[in-house]
Structure formats: C-alpha cells, structure tokens
C-alpha cells in the first residue's frame, strides 16, 4: 500500500497540528493532544503515506458508547478516499474495545461528511442549535446502530472495502489539488428555489433552500403556473442569503457578486416556466457584473452530487436516477460521458409514488409517506406485477403497476373491505423496488463496471437504497448513495457539476435558452 493507517504517536503530533489549524476555526492545542494520547480510553489514528501524516482522527472508548471528537485531512488530499480509511480502522478498532454504538456531532451544511458518516451507518437524530460558535452554526447530531444489528456488518464491509482500495491506489504525487474557484449555484427546475455557494468544487459555504411544497399539496402535485410564481418570489431572497452564509463562512463582512468566479444554471431539463425564472436570472446577474456563466443540465447534477459527497468516485459507473420525472439507467464510462441505457416508457418512479398515495389520500409529495407505511407492512402480501423485470432491455414502464394498485384498492372498498395500508404500500413500493434492482445489476454487468450511484428525490427511499446496496455489493460492485440533504432538488449538486464544467471551458451565452426536454446523453 502507498497509504497506511496506523495508531497516533507523540511524533506525530508536530503534523497532527498543522492539519488542526488550518481544519477548525478553534483549533486544539498540542497540550490536548498530548493529554489525548496518554489516556487509555480513547483510539487516536492517523493515515501516512511514507512518513507523511496526511490525516487523523480520534474517539473516545468508554464501554458500549463512543463519541468521534475529530477527523481531518490534510487540504491538499481530500476527496481521495484518505477519510473514508481512517472512519473505517477507527469504527473497526471501537468495535474491538467492545463498542457498539458511535455519536458525534458534524456541521448542518457539511454534506460530504455526513455522507461519509451515514456510509458507516451513522444517521441524524437531531440537532444542536449555534454549537459552532465561531459562525453560530447548527450541529447535526449523528448516532449509529449497533455494530452487530442486521445490515450493519455488510454496511461496515462494503465501507472497509471502500477504504482499502482508497489506500492502495494512493498516490502523494498525483494530489490534485482542491482549486479556489468560487461558483454560485442557482436550481429552479422544479417546485425548490435554491441557491449555493461552492469553492474549489469541493467546500459548500451555503446551500440554501425555499421549497414550494405547502403551496402545491392541496391540488395533489406541482401545478406550473404556481410554481414560476413562487420562483420569481423567493429568487431574490435564496441568493442573497446563499451570499450572506458564504461570506460567514469565508470569514468575510460580504461577499460581492463580482468576486465569483462563476455562476452556474441549471437550464434543463424541468418545467419550462420555473427554469425560466433561474436562467433569466442568472443571466442578468453574469451581464450586470461580467462573471462568466456555465449551464448545468439538471440530471447531471443529481449524478454529481454522489461525486461530491463521495470524491474517490470516478467513472466508468451506472448510475439509476429516480425522481418525479425521470426514471433512467445511465452508462457514464468517462468524465462528462452519458449513455442512456433505458429509461421509462411512461411514469417515472416517484410520480407513480405520487399518484398512489393521492388515491390512497396521503397527500404530497406520496413517496415519504408510502415510505413510512412500508416499513410496518409485508411486501409479499399482494402480489402486484413487475413490468418488464424479464424484457431483456433496459426500460422500465410503472403505469401499469399503478392501474394494478388503484384496481385493488377500488375491488377492496366496493367490496367493504378495511385496506391494510401498511401492507399495501409495502408490496407496491417492493413491485418497484425489484425490477429496478434487477435491471441495475444487470447493467453493471453487461458495461463491466464496479461502480454504480443512486440519484434522484427517490435515491431518498431508505427501502430502495438498502435492496441496491445489498444486491451489488453481493456482486462486488461499490455504491454511492448521496446523503438524503443532497437527494432532492438543491443547488449543491448544480455547483459541482458547474465547477466540473467550469474548468472545462465551457460557458453558457446570453442568448441561451432554458430547456424543458434537455437530454443527458445529449451533452
């Protein structure tokens, strides 16, 4: 291996400082550090690479319990998997000291590390309001489950296998480097103005959201009209605050609109009227003040937003998006390269999630509430059909599987029979879930892949991503699922992806026009 992950020594402790204070606002001294070391209670790492400390991180072992204090890597190595090394030899090393669970508390906006924390199995409990004091920002607080609970140890080895090929391929002299450009992101291709601040393609300083939800709830789904309303409304306020977070968190007074280095779009595809609104936007503000403009298809950012939360990954992979309207399977064998291997033929997954949960009167949006019923209920107690499963392409048609469940539901109440709710929306959610499976682990065969991601608002189904992760690990494929903050509709994953085409010297005109039916594999 070129990088190793070893116990902390008092030798270390010169480069273990260095990291410390350019990491956190109140770094700690090299006395806590020293104390640290000489307690037997705690489990301090650090990762090298030939005598070179390029990271560390540190916990407390007091019976059952642990709570992880620190974990930071050096600047000029992130995003290269070095995080997701030291989290795995420190949860195994707990696990060995007899602990069972881990708590930690991580910034609300830092996305990338609660990726990597919810890949350990850690999840949001609740939160702490100004811990940071420095900034007055919010503490997310992350517990994990019992090491040994069902689904814990095949989480644990697929983040252990993660890690290792991490350090394997490590190479000190190839460091890309994090880059200082500083892009505003701006979303509206849907029902959320949302509005974020990135720099280097790799630190989030904002990421500001005004979903529209409440408005569009009542007539059961988004109704356009209303929608482009809302956006005209609430654009100006989204970016002003997107700024005003990200000069805080740059430790500026302000940030001005001319210290950007770009503005990135999101001009397709989504409902025309609401992309209208973002566009027309961002290209007054790119004229009025010269920073160049770069357009961002929608899809892509969803893509882009595993690449963010989790930098070691890289193409070739097979990505599924799932949303209110897109339902695909994409080949991605390089860097900017899309392939459409098959998509639906009619309702997307989440729209038909949608539709279910209207006739069932569950409100909107129906995907988290057939979510929560699924949980308590059997999804082999009907037997609703899986379209296409065996068609031998990679298409997928739900409308079908839509009519099936109105039917039920309509023959059980003309027949005065109480619906088992719980039940139903288990066997529908599991008639989606498999065929989407199956096509996914077909498809990472067929293009020889061992990388695959989810993406969309329905990458959110906690039932969905723990079926694709079991399935493909079992084949030896790796998955990245975005953490739930960067599932649905943000600006982030617009940021990432804008950064990404930023750097390739693309530029969006003036006299570009937004995109209703914009294509991924078209770019």
């Known amino acids: 291996m070129s990088a190793r992950v070893r116990e902390m020594t008092a030798e270390d402790l010169t480069q273990v400082q260095a990291i410390e204070d350019v990491s956190f606002p109140n770094p700690w001294t090299p006395a806590v550090f020293a104390g640290e070391l000489s307690r037997d209670d705690r489990v301090w790492l650090v990762v090298e690479d030939a005598g070179t400390v390029l990271g560390y991180a540190g916990a407390t072992a007091h019976l059952s319990e642990s709570h992880i204090m620190n974990l930071a890597v050096r600047q000029d190595v992130r995003r290269r998997g070095l995080a997701a090394a030291l989290l795995s030899e420190l949860v195994e090393r707990l696990s060995g000291c007899g602990v069972r669970q881990v708590t930690l508390e991580v910034r609300e906006r830092n996305a990338a590390a609660i990726a990597l924390y919810e890949s350990a199995g850690l999840h949001g409990v609740g939160m702490r309001p100004g811990y940071y004091a420095e900034t007055g920002e919010d503490a997310l607080i992350m ?242 059909p899986r379209a296409m499963l065996h068609s031998g392409d990679y298409a997928f048609s739900l409308s079908g599987l839509k009519t099936a469940v109105i039917n039920h539901i309509r023959h059980e109440r003309e027949a005065g029979n109480e619906i088992d709710m719980p039940d139903l929306a288990a066997s529908f959610q599991q008639a989606v879930i498999d065929v989407q499976v199956a096509k996914a682990v077909r498809a990472t065969e067929e293009c020889g892949v061992r990388t695959f991601v989810l993406a969309g608002g329905v990458a959110a189904n906690a039932a969905l991503r723990d079926a694709l992760t079991s399935a493909l690990e079992a084949c030896g494929v790796r998955v990245a699922v975005p953490p739930f903050s960067l599932c649905t509709d943000n600006a982030a994953m617009i940021a990432s992806a804008g950064t990404y085409r930023f750097r390739a010297g693309e530029r969006l005109g003036l006299d570009a026009e937004a995109s209703a039916s914009m294509r991924l594999d078209a770019l």
């Open 143 to 384: 517990w994990s489950d019992e090491f040994d609970a069902p689904g814990e140890s095949a989480r644990l080895a697929g983040l252990r296998a993660h890690a290792l090929a991490a350090l394997e391929t490590f190479d000190g002299r190839d460091a890309p480097g994090t880059g200082d450009e500083l892009v505003l992101a701006i979303e509206t291709s849907c029902d959320e103005t949302a509005a974020a601040v990135m720099r280097g393609g790799t630190e989030l300083l904002s990421n500001v959201i005004a979903s529209q939800v409440d408005f569009h709830a009542r007539f059961g789904g988004v109704v356009p009209e209303i929608a482009s309303r809302k956006h005209t409304e609430a654009i100006v306020p989204v970016v002003e605050q997107a700024m005003a977070e990200a000069a805080v968190a740059l430790g500026r007074e302000s940030l001005g609109f001319a210290e950007l280095d770009a503005i990135a779009v999101t001009h397709g595809p989504g409902l025309i009227g609401a992309l209208v609104v973002g566009v027309a936007y961002a290209k007054g503000l790119s004229a009025a003040t010269g920073v160049p403009l770069v357009g961002v298809n929608h899809l892509e950012g969803h893509i882009f937003a595993n690449m963010f939360a989790f930098p070691d990954v890289r193409p070739p992979l097979v990505a599924l998006l799932v949303s209110g309207g897109h339902t695909s399977l994409i080949h991605m064998p390089g860097w900017g390269e899309y392939h459409t291997l098959g998509e639906t033929l009619d309702d997307a997954a989440g729209e038909a999630f949608d539709k279910v949960a209207k006739v069932l009167g569950l409100g909107y949006p129906g995907g988290p509430v057939i979510s929560r019923l699924a949980a308590d209920g059997d999804p082999h107690a009907i037997d609703f």
